[in-house]
């Protein structure tokens, strides 16, 4: 349930409802955007599971898969190495004290987020040949 963890966890409740969230297994990492001002990270990924109450309009278009924007406020630590440009792994969001931690580990990759606040910015859907 890390989705409980931003400001807005209504953006996900809505459209997964309150037991099938999306995973944070094998998530494709898109993009990773560093702010100075304001102090934040956004986080940009594919979850392996598509909603279950899909918008009449992504049915329409035929959206098959998204991605879900995560903004990281309050940055107190921020560690990044990128081996391999393709990073798919297990992504952990958790509340550890009360600092919101993002992690990422695999063989070529790490990501270390820490911060005091989340918010999810945007959740988009599009068309995954």
Known sequence: MWHKLASN?????SLYGSED???LENVKIRQITWKDIPNMV???F???NFPNKIPNRW???K??????????YDIYNFQINFKDERIESELRIELIGSKIFLGLKSE???IHIEGGRMFIQKVSGY???
Do not use: M, W
């Not at 966890?9 to 409740?13: E, F, R, S």
């Open 42 to 44: 956004q986080l940009t």
């Open 108 to 110: 070529q990759n790490v």
């Open 9 to 13: 966890p209504i953006v996900i409740d």
């Open 59 to 61: 049915i329409g278009r």
């Open 46 to 48: 594919e979850p392996i």
């Open 21 to 23: 969230f999306p995973s």
């Open 63 to 72: 959206y098959n898969c998204l991605t879900i924007d995560l903004d990281i």
């Open 127 to 129: 068309i995954k040949e």
